[in-house]
């Protein structure tokens, strides 16, 4: 399974064709905060979701969860490939290791509530997050 450390994924996130990045917890844990831009897709939802909210199979994905140890990421990753996606990318550390980076020193973390428009969220605003 491909991995991708946090430097660079925040620099593929700051690139002119960021990847697609994926929370693969139950939504209620998504309901609960996520990285700005993320969209959910659990495990048994990859089938269902992954079509409509990834139409373009060869375009780059980046699958998360909550830590290092939380599997979720590696299974959705594991479907996507089965599926025909041909870069996905399993970025290990999750919400935890965002939230213990220099990126949360000394202010807030770039984790935010789906209440706050996620799903609106364009790549301008997600690359000034980071």
Known sequence: ?????????????RSPTPPALIEALPPRHFMQ????????INVGE???L???LLP?????VVVYCASASC?????????????GYTDV????????????????????CPII????????IGRQSRNQMF
């Not at 399974?1 to 996130?13: G, Q, Y």
């Not at 905060?33 to 959910?40: C, I, M, R, S, Y």
């Not at 599997?71 to 599926?83: E, I, P």
Request: glycine share 12%.
């Open 56 to 60: 373009t199979k060869a375009a780059g």
């Open 89 to 108: 990318a399993v970025f290990k550390g999750g919400q935890g290791r965002m939230a213990r980076s220099r990126l949360c020193a000394g202010r807030a």
């Open 46 to 48: 990859v089938k269902a």
């Open 113 to 120: 509530a789906a209440g706050d428009g996620v799903l609106a």
């Open 71 to 83: 599997t979720n990421s590696d299974q959705v990753a594991v479907q996507l490939l089965a599926l």
């Open 33 to 40: 905060g996520h990285l700005p831009g993320a969209l959910n």
């Open 1 to 13: 399974m491909k991995t991708i450390s946090l430097n660079d994924l925040l620099d593929r996130l």
């Open 50 to 52: 992954a079509p409509e």
